[in-house]
């Protein structure tokens, strides 16, 4: 598969699925330890400060350098100069055997037991698979 447009699209939609399944999931547990979560703005907080969330920071700023990438190659796209790298890096830290520090653990508890978390999961590996040996279109 040549990584297109139409690639890019799919993987920020997929990771954005996938970053709000885990953050679906990651609410859940947490809250079944701390106590409901009664706004928008308290999830926030948690989200950007609390060690519950602190795994999940990592595919969050996986994120924002990917949508910073988009908006870099807006007007060049094609050019794909980062984007193998991001891949990669997206790749090993969603590995069956993922060996990140901060990240892998509380990664695959939920995609083992979260279904919706699980199904992002495969939606996303299929699409870093589809890339893999890809050249830049």
């Known amino acids: 598969m040549k990584i297109t447009a139409q690639f890019v699209d799919e ?19 947490y809250e079944r330890d701390h106590g409901r979560i009664s706004t928008s703005n308290e999830f926030l907080g948690l989200v950007l400060e609390h060690p519950s969330f602190a795994w999940l920071r990592t595919l969050s700023a996986l994120i924002a350098r990917f949508d910073e990438w988009i908006e870099e190659q807006a007007e060049q796209f094609p050019s794909a100069d980062d984007l193998p790298g991001m891949i990669d890096a997206l790749r090993s830290l969603v590995e069956a055997d993922g060996k990140h520090e901060v990240f892998s653990k509380p990664y695959w508890d939920i995609v083992n037991d979260t279904p919706a978390a699980l199904i992002e999961h495969v939606k996303l590996w299929r699409l870093l698979e589809s890339a893999r040996g890809s050249p830049p279109a």
């Open 11 to 29: 993987m920020r939609s997929s990771l954005l699925d996938l970053h709000k399944a885990l953050l679906d999931a990651q609410r859940i547990r």
